[in-house]
């Protein structure tokens, strides 16, 4: 498996638990057993104990090791409503309220995290995107200095060589339509998200223009957040307004944007929408052959991540690796 070996060996030295909300699904539970055949980190699957063991016994998946727990039946539930409420004083929530929002296991898998019982949580193979996120919004908020939650995808490719293409696309998930500063940081997130996979970030904001060959506000707005990128992440080589294809390929790069240290070697991209977000990623997973990893939820203060609904097993290990190296 692509590039796992470096978390691995950092969560063997300090190995962490993660909550899985979805605790009697088959694909976590699979995940699960391969997690409980090493020691680098301990599932906590939430749900009812006897479903679990009997959905465990039934797809034939060894869990035994594995934390469950009930959310109707958690010996720390008051004081876990007494934090909820404290947490959403300003909504006026009332204990009745906390306890009944709090049996969803979206919201009981995160106060977990808040509450420091786990280090991390991964959900969504059946919740959506929004019931993932909405929770870790409200409960663990961004992190200091931060203004937006957002995702990227991490796209990985084997080559010729025998080395793997690595690619970040950001945001594909989460953000509908970014403001300028809400760009700006969401390309310094995945570039240090980038960094955590071996990339070198090359940070291209996309566009359908390059250099001003077009004109629109979407082009203003991708032009104007690269310059405010260049001016707060001096460190990192920035470039935009381009075209996809100045991005990534050397000869149009010549032709488009000379002298550019982006341009032609792009390896992380910043889209201006989610659409373009979305389905840009979706073509590299699906006829680009790429591993598509994530979204990896980014500029959360805790670690969360969402899978895809259409998940295998496979990637729910893969995402929760990921998730807790990221704690």
């Given amino acids: 498996m692509f590039g796992f070996g470096d978390m691995i060996a950092k969560l063997k030295k300090d190995p962490k638990t993660i909550v899985f909300t979805e605790g009697s699904d088959p694909r976590i539970l699979e995940a699960a057993s391969r997690l409980l055949a090493s020691s680098f980190l301990t599932p906590i699957l939430l749900g009812n104990e006897d479903e679990v063991n009997a959905a465990a016994e039934e797809s034939g998946y060894n869990i035994r090791g594995a934390q469950i727990i009930d959310p109707a039946k958690y010996e720390k539930l008051d004081e876990m409503i007494e934090l909820f409420c404290e947490l959403r004083k300003s909504k006026g929530v009332t204990p009745e309220e906390a306890k009944k929002i709090l049996s969803g296991a979206n919201y009981f898998g995160t ?154 070697h792009a390896n992380t991209f910043i889209f201006p929408d989610i659409n373009a977000g979305n389905i840009g990623y979706k073509i590299a997973q699906r006829m680009g052959n790429f591993d598509a990893y994530g979204p990896i939820l980014l500029g959360l203060n805790g670690s969360v991540n969402d899978l895809s609904r259409g998940c295998n097993a496979i990637e729910v290990y893969s995402m929760a690796i990921i998730t807790a190296a990221l704690a």
């Fill in 111 to 264: 106060m977990l995290v808040k509450m420091g019982v786990a280090d991390a949580l991964l959900g969504g193979a059946t919740y959506s995107t929004a019931d993932t996120v909405r929770p870790a919004l409200q409960l663990l908020k961004t992190k200091p200095g931060n203004s937006v939650v957002s995702s990227c995808f991490i796209l990985v490719r084997p080559k010729a060589t025998g080395e793997n293409e690595v690619l970040a696309m950001a945001d594909c998930a989460i953000n509908i339509d970014p403001t300028e500063d809400e760009l700006v940081e969401i390309a310094g997130e995945t570039a240090e998200c980038a960094k955590i996979f071996g990339v070198d970030p090359k940070v291209a904001f996309l566009s359908y223009s390059t250099g001003g060959s077009g004109k629109g506000e979407t082009v203003d707005k991708m032009r104007n957040a690269a310059e405010k990128a260049r001016a707060k992440y001096p460190e990192l080589p920035i470039d935009g307004e381009m075209q996809f294809d100045a991005a990534v390929s050397p000869r149009v790069a010549k032709t488009k944007c000379p002298g550019s240290e982006v341009a032609g």
